[in-house]
């Protein structure tokens, strides 16, 4: 049984020019220890898909599938209720803009120790002894006193390793990560790959690494989704992907990556034409 | 917010303007979205033309008094008489009539305020925000002090020490709405003063006045007009509370806060004198604010839902 | 923190500067003889004049006379009443409590209910619920108070008799003013009745004062919380599986009340201008009245002082915000 199993997932946003289709009829499944990436474009509807299974979607938002189940538990028939029970706890994520994904208003101590009281019932000094134990794990220096600290006080990569904190606090079993590396400087963005995909291993995680950047892909992913316009464009494990890409939607992104660009001119996507291949 | 396929109109309003009517027609379709602003529209429309034509609609001179029909109900009350739809007040005087002519006042103190302040604090804005130096501080430093003080209670006072009055109660009134426009278009200005249109005017030689007036101004006018809608209310509801303490318009003028004052004693005898003009004041002050509201949704991009 | 109360403190300086620079011009500067003022209807003789110019100091260069003024000022001399003979700030601190306590029940009002329509409004976004309580909110923002403290005598005193129609509290009850909060003290008093009484005098002033401010309070809430649900970290706290009541009334809530502060803030202005027109509706025995009876008897220390007490008051408030704003806002305080 699959960790999560999503099949014929279609996500439609209302809005004044109608309905507009982020996501159409994709399936994705993930198993536990598994790193599976899901590569697309910005509006490729890659980040909605994994949105929706959180349940974090605004209400102009309709989900529709015909399977979606986490651990054989089905998601969608979920009340908010139960849902709030999973996530943050077995599902968690992280997301693109670390520092404005944590609240200006309360410490990091606060936000980590949240989570502990919610899910594992920890307070006062276990849950202080526990975030202390995250953030050395996550690696940030000076644990004790970071606590104390608001998130505008720190670095963009130290927000995102507190966000991964906050993620990994209950030894989820599925972490999302959407885009995580996107905004922060590029020795940076080494690091927090190797953080995510270190304890990945360690804790035995499955991970979903949400991002557009084909090098991270071939580093850190075990299989990969590519996504084109709300389409799943090709399913495959990461050595024949790279290798053998088989829809020419994959090849024009491998094209555009800079260590295969021909004569002085870089391709991009837009280059090409793929309406056709869309179903 | 997540709404990727929605079509997006300001993506043209970022480029430099393209046309008088296309602005103006971008402009029509916010603001007629939203439903308030065009019924606001639509009654202060109204409460212009009934302004205009005062003597012709109104059934009695406004300071007719009636000496056989004191403190007269609206006629579908018993006692009430037809020729009288809202009844009179304590001397006779028909009260409908006395509210058809104090529209006149209402808007006219909103008018003369908002031109007032309005255009001494473009000259003053212009001024500090393109001089710069010792003129910003200033000026800058003189309007700080109006607004540290409460509005009503500044202009107040003022009119208590200059004598009451329909012209003191206007003057004052714009002397405390003035530096709303001063710091707006302060701030506007500083905002475009380095822009490259402006840079490229002054490369073409264009003289300072034309700059501040012709360059400048009107890429900022957009906060000011939604500042002179809401100031045109506020002044029209101090101007009725001064009335109301005695210091506005002094009787038997029908300014609608006068009304109110002389109808005071009578609230528990006779709730028409009363109800009416608080009711005039009510629905010109909020037509203007829905308009506001409309405006600035309307020209504001950063309030424009995306 | 020090260093951040110390700055604002360094702010108000020049505004304090600037208020009685304002308060002093009022009766020294602008059309109007002071001593022709003082002596009223009746005229002096010349030699009379001059001594009055003398007595008061007029005869002296203007800045000479501020800094005297000034200097009186920081010693708690306000001037003297000429009705009534006494110290202005005696009959200001009397009568300040009245105008405090309505102010504070009508801010308190204002926010109570305010706060949880605009957070209301705000989650049911686009609902009718949403657009009638904003269509309501907005009447109220246009209301003319006065208009309405009328309205509301004729309904619950005139028509329901179930409010008295003016005072701080029913004729029958006497007891000397201990802290000048009405309420408190009839409780002190241990007079059966005082309380409900100073309460049921209380409860019209509140709405009517509190009106304006009740609909700013709920449109600013309302626009703040708007802007702070659509923020990463209200995904964020909703991601950890934290449940809604959470989200929105501590993540979301905490940050859109720092601007809701600062309108808070603004508003004791408004409300200063509001208790004059409310304190002369209800005879509500506060500065604000105090005023209007100084206006109508043309005793121009008190309206000066008046005028300089109340713009101090209104700075102090907004200081006292400021700092508050600094409190809540971590950004701010840490800079």
């Known amino acids: 049984m699959p960790l999560l199993e999503i099949r014929n997932l279609s996500v439609a946003f209302d809005t004044s020019a109608g309905l507009f289709h982020a996501v159409d009829g994709i399936d994705i499944s993930v198993e536990s220890r598994e790193v599976l990436a899901i590569v697309g474009e910005s509006g490729s509807g890659k980040s909605v898909a994994m949105l929706a299974t959180m349940g974090l979607l605004p209400e102009t938002a309709t989900v529709k599938a015909d399977v979606m189940r986490f651990e054989g538990r089905d998601m969608l028939a979920m009340s908010p209720q139960e849902r709030g029970k999973i996530i943050g706890k077995d599902i968690s994520m992280i997301f693109q803009e670390p520092v404005a994904s944590l609240n200006p208003c309360f410490t990091v101590g606060f936000q980590i120790e949240e989570v502990l009281r919610r899910h594992l019932g920890l307070r006062g000094r276990d849950a202080h002894k526990r975030a202390i134990e995250l953030l050395e794990l996550v690696g940030i220096p000076d644990p004790v006193s970071r606590l104390k600290s608001f998130p505008h006080q720190m670095s963009g990569g130290q927000c995102q390793r507190v966000m991964i904190a906050i993620a990994i606090a209950c030894k989820p079993k599925l972490l999302i990560a959407d885009e995580p590396t996107t905004a922060l400087d590029v020795t940076i963005q080494k690091q927090i790959l190797d953080l995510l995909v270190s304890l990945q291993i360690e804790h035995g995680m499955g991970l979903i690494l949400i991002t557009h950047d084909m090098g991270v892909v071939a580093e850190t992913a075990d299989r990969v989704i590519v996504q084109y316009k709300g389409h799943k464009m090709e399913e495959a494990d990461v050595l024949s992907l790279f290798e053998n890409p088989q829809s020419r939607y994959t090849k024009a992104l491998l094209s555009a990556l800079p260590e295969n660009a021909v004569g002085d001119r870089l391709p991009t996507v837009a280059d090409y034409d793929f309406e056709a291949e869309i179903r | ?306 | 923190m020090v260093r951040f109360l110390f700055h604002r403190l360094l702010l108000i300086l020049p505004t304090f500067i600037g208020i009685t620079i304002v308060a002093f011009a009022f009766v020294r500067v602008l059309p109007g003889d002071p001593v022709l003022l003082i002596a009223g209807e009746r005229g002096v003789t010349p030699e009379r004049y001059q001594d009055l110019m003398q007595q008061f100091g007029y005869d002296r260069p203007i800045w000479v006379q501020y800094f005297d003024y000034l200097a009186g000022i920081f010693q708690g001399d306000f001037g003297t009443s000429i009705s009534t003979k006494r110290p202005v700030i005696q009959d200001f601190l009397t009568l300040f409590p009245a105008t405090i306590e309505l102010s504070l029940c009508a801010i308190t009002f204002a926010v109570a209910l305010g706060v949880p329509m605009g957070i209301i409004a705000a989650v049911k976004r686009g609902t009718w619920f949403d657009q009638t309580l904003m269509g309501t909110a907005l009447v109220g923002y246009s209301m003319p108070i006065f208009w309405l403290g009328l309205l509301l005598i004729i309904l619950f005193s005139g028509i329901l008799g179930w409010t008295p129609v003016s005072g701080r509290i029913s004729l029958m009850y006497y007891f000397p003013a201990v802290t000048g909060f009405m309420t408190i003290d009839s409780l002190l008093s241990g007079q059966e009745g005082a309380f409900t009484s100073a309460l049921s005098h209380l409860i019209l002033p509140t709405i009517t004062l509190g009106t304006i401010p009740l609909a700013v309070v709920a449109r600013q809430t309302r626009s703040a919380m708007l802007e702070v649900l659509g923020e990463d970290y209200v995904r964020t706290a909703r991601a950890k599986g934290m449940p809604t009541r959470r989200v929105i009334g501590l993540h979301a809530l905490r940050n859109a009340l720092i601007p809701v502060i600062t309108t808070i803030g603004l508003q004791i202005g408004v409300m200063m201008a509001g208790a004059i027109l409310t304190e002369t509706i209800f005879s509500w025995p506060g500065v604000g009245k105090w005023m209007i009876d100084a206006i109508g008897r043309r005793d121009y220390p008190v309206v000066q002082a008046g005028l300089l007490l109340i713009a101090l008051v209104v700075m102090t408030v907004n200081l006292i915000v400021d700092v508050l704003y600094g409190l809540i806002n971590p950004r701010i305080r840490h800079q």
């Not at chain 2, 939203?34 to 202060?44: D, L, S």
Request: hydrophobic content about 55%; glycine content about 8%; aromatic content about 10%.
């Open chain 2, 1 to 306: 917010m997540t709404d990727p396929a929605a079509p997006n109109p300001r993506v043209n309003a970022d480029h430099p303007p393209v046309g008088r009517g296309e602005r103006f027609r971008e402009f029509w379709y916010y603001f007629s979205v939203n439903r308030g602003a065009v019924i606001g529209v639509f009654v202060f429309s109204l409460l212009v033309l009934v302004a205009i034509f005062a003597p012709w609609i109104a059934p009695h001179s406004p300071t007719q008094q009636f000496r056989d029909a004191l403190l007269v109900p609206p006629p579908w009350i018993e006692g009430g008489r037809a020729e009288f739809l809202f009844g009179t007040d304590a001397v006779g005087r028909d009260i409908l009539s006395r509210l058809i002519h104090g529209a006149r006042y209402s808007l006219l103190i909103g008018a003369i305020v908002v031109t007032l302040s309005l255009s001494t604090g473009i000259m003053f804005g212009l001024l500090a925000g393109y001089a710069r130096g010792w003129v910003d501080t200033v000026l800058m430093r003189l309007m700080d002090l109006i607004l540290a003080f409460p509005s009503l209670l500044l202009a107040l006072v003022l009119v208590a020490i200059l004598g009451p009055g329909l012209v003191n109660t206007m003057i004052a009134i714009a002397l405390v709405l003035q530096p709303h426009f001063t710091r707006l278009t302060r701030s506007a200005v500083l905002a475009e003063v380095n822009r490259e249109y402006v840079t490229s005017a002054r490369v073409a030689g264009a003289g300072h006045m034309r700059l501040m007036f012709r360059t400048i101004l009107p890429n900022c006018l957009a906060p000011l007009i939604v500042q002179a809608t809401l100031s045109f209310s506020t002044a029209i509801l101090d101007a009725a509370a001064l009335g109301f303490l005695g210091l506005g318009a002094q009787p038997p003028t029908p300014e609608w806060g006068t009304m109110l004052a002389e109808a005071r004693q009578f609230i528990l005898r006779a709730w028409w004198v009363v109800t009416f003009p608080g009711l005039a004041i009510l629905i010109t002050v909020l037509s203007i604010n829905l308009v506001g509201d409309g405006l600035r949704d309307a020209l504001d991009p950063k309030l424009k839902r995306s």
